[in-house]
């Protein structure tokens, strides 16, 4: 063995030692990972993603996945010349769009992603919302205003819905059973009607329900950015809406930031926004000081944390 090759053993072996504080402060907590967007778009990735995932459980954090699927449904719509539109940034799901949506979140999705898990060396299981009635649904309700006579407008998006109530019980039955919960956000009404949940949404309700110690929601962009459009390490649940009310968090970031400040005052400890394309986001925000992405918690630290 020569001197680069010992050199780069000892880095390995001392990202190891240095990991090792973050292993016993998040040791038996549970970590609830929103998983969708560009992370989701290679099988490189998605195989990475599997494997830090299997890493999590086996040095005894609880990993819950939650994931989205927006563009695999567009693809499968097409292919079906099913036409669908979006309203809000949400899809229009009509009885005949939930199928295919149902159809793809809840099979080819999520039985992909516990396919893969399974390949890393971990034990997953694949539900969705209608298992053991994990997430009750109602139908979400959005108004508009026309700009014109700026009346409100209530729009309907069909069988869109929002979470009203999680069965934490099941989720945590499979925690302790060394299991990996893979999660699609369907839910169900309360006439047994089939509802489409925003993955974000869905995300921060089950880490409200989970009493989580983090929500890591990754996205496609590296945190949130301050005026700068330089990456913040920390924010106060207060500092990011009056980022919100100034505009420095605009457009799609906001109902992001949103999800994430409920989750926090839900009882989520913090919440994170990541780069899910960056290699290893995840461990590097839980294992690491420096982190990964941008912490939401209720207050910053002070000068001495």
Same mark, same amino acid.
């Given at each position: 063995?020569?001197?680069?090759?010992?050199?780069?053993?000892?880095? *390995?072996?001392?990202?190891?030692?240095?990991?090792?504080?973050?292993? /016993?402060?998040? &040791?038996?907590?549970?970590?609830?990972?929103?998983?969708?967007?560009?992370?989701?778009?290679?099988?490189?990735?998605?195989?990475r993603f599997a494997r830090d995932?299997?890493?999590?459980?086996?040095?005894?954090?609880?990993? %819950?996945?939650?994931?989205?699927?927006?563009?695999?449904?567009?693809r499968m719509l097409d292919r !079906? @010349?099913?036409?669908?539109?979006?309203?809000?940034?949400?899809?229009?799901?009509?009885?005949?769009?939930?199928?295919?949506?149902?159809?793809?979140?809840?099979?080819?999705? @999520?039985?992909?992603?516990?396919?893969?898990?399974?390949?890393?060396?971990?034990?997953? %299981? +694949?539900?969705?919302?209608?298992?053991?009635?994990?997430?009750?649904? /109602?139908?979400?309700?959005?108004?508009?205003?026309?700009?014109?006579?700026?009346?409100?407008?209530?729009?309907?998006?069909?069988?869109?819905?929002?979470?009203?109530?999680?069965?934490?019980?099941?989720?945590?039955?499979?925690?302790?059973?060394?299991?990996?919960?893979?999660?699609?956000?369907?839910?169900?009404?309360?006439? +047994?009607?089939?509802?489409?949940?925003?993955? $974000?949404?869905?995300?921060?309700?089950?880490?409200?329900?989970?009493?989580? &110690?983090?929500?890591?929601?990754?996205?496609?962009?590296?945190?949130? !950015?301050?005026?700068?459009?330089?990456?913040?390490?920390?924010? &106060?649940?207060?500092?990011?809406?009056?980022?919100? *009310?100034?505009?420095?968090?605009?457009?799609?970031?906001?109902?992001?930031i949103e999800t994430c400040l409920?989750?926090?005052?839900?009882?989520?400890?913090?919440?994170?926004?990541? $780069?899910? *394309?960056?290699?290893?986001?995840?461990?590097?925000?839980?294992?690491?000081?420096?982190?990964?992405?941008?912490?939401? /918690? *209720?207050?910053?630290?002070?000068?001495?944390?």
């Amino acid at each position: 063995m020569n001197d680069a090759e010992q050199d780069d053993l000892a880095f *390995r072996a001392e990202v190891l030692s240095d990991a090792l504080p973050f292993m /016993r402060r998040y &040791s038996g907590q549970t970590i609830v990972v929103k998983y969708g967007g560009h992370a989701m778009g290679d099988v490189e990735s998605a195989t990475r993603f599997a494997r830090d995932i299997v890493l999590l459980k086996q040095i005894g954090l609880h990993p %819950v996945v939650v994931h989205g699927g927006g563009p695999q449904i567009g693809r499968m719509l097409d292919r !079906l @010349n099913i036409k669908s539109s979006f309203s809000g940034g949400l899809r229009v799901t009509d009885r005949a769009t939930v199928e295919i949506v149902e159809m793809v979140l809840c099979g080819s999705i @999520n039985k992909e992603i516990v396919g893969l898990i399974s390949a890393a060396g971990g034990r997953a %299981v +694949g539900l969705s919302g209608k298992d053991a009635e994990l997430i009750k649904a /109602r139908k979400l309700t959005r108004t508009t205003r026309d700009p014109g006579s700026l009346i409100e407008q209530v729009l309907d998006l069909g069988f869109v819905g929002e979470p009203t109530e999680v069965n934490a019980g099941i989720i945590q039955l499979l925690e302790n059973s060394d299991m990996i919960p893979v999660v699609a956000p369907i839910g169900t009404g309360d006439e +047994g009607e089939t509802y489409n949940i925003n993955a $974000d949404t869905a995300a921060g309700a089950i880490a409200v329900a989970l009493k989580a &110690s983090r929500l890591l929601m990754l996205t496609d962009i590296a945190g949130v !950015l301050d005026a700068r459009g330089e990456v913040m390490a920390e924010i &106060s649940v207060e500092e990011a809406r009056e980022m919100i *009310r100034d505009g420095t968090i605009h457009g799609g970031m906001i109902p992001k930031i949103e999800t994430c400040l409920s989750a926090v005052e839900g009882g989520v400890e913090a919440a994170v926004i990541l $780069d899910g *394309r960056r290699h290893h986001a995840i461990l590097v925000e839980l294992l690491s000081r420096e982190g990964a992405g941008t912490l939401i /918690r *209720r207050k910053s630290p002070g000068p001495s944390a």
